[in-house]
């Protein structure tokens, strides 16, 4: 069964009716991925200079392959003619966070920010996908500045930790490698793992917490103690 799906979503792809020219139609995508990129490895770059500490890890950005633009044309019943307004992640951003304040703290910048505009917001830290899969995802237009003019094109950003990141390609490789149809004991693990994914982050994050009160309070008074009884015997 699963093979005569393939079949007929092969020849279904096939009789879509396509854009003439998928590099110029991609153009403003892909500008908005570079510019985006930069913009946000910015803001990265300050948070050091000023505090040392910055809740962006590191950023990435790609551009939907076509042959992943046709089959999801196909997947969702997407026709040509609604492409640029139905299809969210054709531009998409990954911010990667060390821990999960951080991710609610680059979604409070993005929000705050003027050159895009967040149409939604979907949190799936605190509300997980039943495959175990956490992130926060927010769709928003973004204006490129074409020699046409200006065009405002679709985009996504999903905002996640190490963790997460780490879960979520392990999965997608999977899911690629079984079609999404994962055999039970494969699902149950890839579920548990995401658990232990997100209890790890939330760990850590317990003890950025204590190591910060430690700093707050200064030196342990022990530890000035036992220094002052050595200076003596010295």
């Known amino acids: ?100 304040e951080d991710i609610y703290q680059v979604v409070d910048l993005l929000r705050k920010r003027t050159d895009i505009n967040i149409l939604e917001e979907r949190d799936y830290v605190h509300n997980k996908k039943p495959s175990g899969y956490r992130s926060y995802h927010i769709i928003f237009e973004y204006p490129v500045q074409m020699l046409s003019g200006e065009k405002v094109i679709l985009a996504e950003i999903q905002v996640r930790t190490l963790a997460m990141n780490f879960w979520a390609t392990v999965e997608h490789s999977l899911n690629y490698k079984y079609k999404g149809e994962f055999p039970d004991d494969l699902k149950t693990r890839l579920e548990r793992s995401a658990e232990a994914a997100f209890h790890l982050d939330e760990e850590m994050s317990e003890i950025r917490d204590e190591l910060q009160e430690v700093k707050k309070q200064g030196p342990d008074k022990d530890v000035r103690k036992s220094s002052d009884e050595n200076s003596h015997l010295q």
């Open 1 to 100: 069964m699963l093979n005569n799906y393939r079949l007929i979503l092969t020849q279904q792809i096939g009789s879509v009716s396509l854009v003439e020219n998928w590099d110029d139609f991609l153009v403003p995508y892909k500008q908005a991925v570079d510019e985006l990129k930069v913009k946000l490895r910015g803001i990265r770059a300050q948070f050091l200079k000023i505090d040392g500490r910055s809740p962006i890890e590191f950023v990435t950005g790609r551009v939907k392959p076509v042959d992943s633009i046709k089959e999801k044309m196909v997947r969702r019943h997407i026709s040509e003619d609604r492409l640029e307004e139905d299809m969210e992640d054709i531009a998409g951003l990954r911010i990667m966070c060390q821990f999960v």
